[in-house]
């Protein structure tokens, strides 16, 4: 009996030892196993870095691939913040003063000097153009140098025959609207009434109705160098207008012409004086404030 | 024969702790295993990412080269966009 237990015992002691090596054999391959596993993910994550932006670049390619509207959405963007900014000065909630140059009649020679001084400035302004031949490369330059090219009609005849009906009106806005656009490729979205826009007298709300149908808005403007009555103006006397007309305002839309060397002579004086007190200068819009 | 029985349980006993670790090291080698192949695949995609986006830039320096002037047009258009936004924050 004795003998048989120990037997039993024997065999039991065997079958247990060999299971344990067997089984921690196989802990032992697993544990190498592992080793090596951390270490290559080590090694691999090394390598992961920080990926590459496709979709960024995507995005890059297809701005340039239809550089025509990107550069129209800016400036759609552009106009939508100057909106903004006029929103927060008429609230208090901003502090920055708005001017917005704007030159009436040209192109003239007296232009390209206008557009070289603002050039020197860095600031982009608005020329309330008419329709005038042989002077395709000064329309193009205040397109291609950020200015707003605007409609002031096709020949600006006041007294001769623009106001005598509102289809004589808007005939000449788009006559000039075509001219341009064939030059520059712009179509003009603001207006300026020859005269302002009371002059339009009787028919001002006709055409105001007639032109937001087309897509357009007006402007006025709330300051001026009053070289618009003479050409012959001193230097002092368009100063005085400048100072007199933009006292306490906090967005100035100044009316100024780029033939009379009265204001030019003042320009630069003008631009330091209008800094000095905050203003900072935009070209104008059809979503500014200041278009009705 | 107290002692047999005593050996017996002891070899019972690191059997049963032996199991215990060859099961913890396969869960733990599944879990490696796993993420191995997660990072490789992240190794492997960011290789292919890695030439699709050389022949991108490429793609958009000769599509900003052939559009150089309206390139400048947008850039300069996005200047002053910011220089507005500065005084919008």
Known sequence: MESRNKTIFRLVVCVLSVLIIIVL????????????????????????????????????????????????????????????????????????KIAYLTFDDGPYDLTYQVLDLLKANDIRATFFVLGKDGVEDRYKRIVNEGHTLANHTYYHNIGGGLYDSADSFISQVKKLEDYLYDITGYRTSIVRFPGGSPTAGKYKDEIVSRLHDMGYNYVDWTSETGDGSSKKLAEKDTWSWYVDTTRDKNIVVLLMHDYNYSTFNNLQRIIDDMRSRGFIFLPLHNKSVMAK | MKIRYFIVFILVIILGLSVYLLVDF??????????????????????????????????LDELKESKKDKVLKYEEVEKWNQEIKQYLD
């Open chain 2, 26 to 59: 396969k869960k733990e080698n599944n879990s490696l295993l796993k993420k191995y192949n997660e990072i490789n695949d992240i190794v492997r995609q960011n290789e292919i990412d890695k030439e699709v986006y050389a022949s991108k830039v490429h793609e």
């Open chain 1, 25 to 96: 054999f196989f802990v032992f391959l697993l544990f190498i196993d592992n080793n090596k596993l951390k270490k290559n993910i080590d090694d691999l994550s090394s390598h992961v870095g920080d990926g590459y932006d496709i979709t960024s670049i995507d995005n890059e390619i297809s701005v340039y691939q239809n550089i025509d509207k990107s550069i129209s959405d800016k400036y759609q963007e552009y106009y939508s913040n100057i909106a903004l900014l006029e929103d927060k000065i008429n609230s208090g909630e901003s502090s920055v």
